[in-house]
Antibody, heavy 121, light 108 residues
Framework: QVHLVEFGGGAVQPGRSLTLSCVGS????????MHWARQAPGKGLQWVAV????????YYADSVKGRFSISRDNAKNTLYLQMNSLRPEDTSVYYC??????????????WGQGTLVTVSS | SYVLTQPPSVSVAPGKTARITCGAN??????VHWYQQKPGQAPVLVMY???DRPSGIPERFSGSNSGNTATLTISSVEAGEEADYYC???????????FGGGTKLTVL
């Protein structure tokens, strides 16, 4: 059974940094692309970034490009999202999610339960 | 950027058929995926590659995609299917995942 668990959310001041982690289990983490997506309170889903299984392909949403960095450690079955220069509009529940392809198929077949990031002074 | 347009809300009586649309320029040339999200929960994939159902999704869920509109159809709607539904595509021009704004399905 595919299981994705996010860690690292919390409250942070504008301009500061935060790193999220996501541990995958129940599947061969090495073989799948992985996404981060987010959802602001009461709003819709917004895609953040994706990384292919081997890290060779990485894409970011325009709203986070240059501030956020996605990475992975396949030996630890872990996906990361380094978030720098955080803004109040980055306040969201952040979801880790699996792409059904080893590359970037561009869809999502499993989602974690999410971790809340609140950016406020 | 590629924009997916969904109606904010759809209402249907129990046992009737709900149709949730997702509109965009030439969306029929893309693969559309649909997610169901109940309050306080993570999204769940309910339709992928336009008309394929993941295991565990009832046959009452079906999908279609042609021209400028993709549609998620839920027949014999049940109260437990009241949720927000999102369509999604991969925009190969920008290498971005794109979500629609979401449709709140209300079962009357």
């Amino acid at each position: 059974q595919v299981h994705l668990v996010e860690f690292g959310g919390g409250a942070v001041q504008p301009g500061r940094s935060l790193t999220l982690s996501c541990v995958g289990s129940g599947f061969n983490f090495n073989n799948y692309g992985m996404h981060w997506a987010r959802q602001a309170p009461g709003k819709g889903l917004q895609w953040v970034a994706v990384m292919s299984s081997d890290g060779s392909d990485i894409y970011y949403a325009d709203s986070v490009k240059g501030r956020f960095s996605i990475s992975r450690d396949n030996a630890k079955n872990t996906l990361y999202l380094q978030m720098n220069s955080l803004r109040p509009e980055d306040t969201s529940v952040y979801y880790c999610a699996r792409d059904p392809g080893a590359g970037v198929a561009g869809s999502i077949d499993y989602w974690g339960q999410g971790t809340l990031v609140t950016v406020s002074s | 950027s590629y924009v997916l347009t969904q109606p904010p809300s759809v209402s249907v009586a129990p046992g009737k058929t709900a149709r949730i649309t997702c509109g965009a320029n030439r969306i029929g040339s893309k693969s559309v995926h649909w997610y169901q999200q109940k309050p306080g929960q993570a999204p769940v994939l309910v339709m992928y590659y336009n008309d394929d159902r993941p295991s565990g999704i009832p046959e009452r869920f079906s999908g279609s995609n042609s021209g400028n509109t993709a549609t998620l159809t839920i027949s014999s709607v049940e109260a437990g299917e009241e949720a927000d539904y999102y369509c999604q595509v991969w925009d190969s021009d920008t290498d971005h995942v794109v979500f629609g704004g979401g449709t709140k399905l209300t079962v009357l």
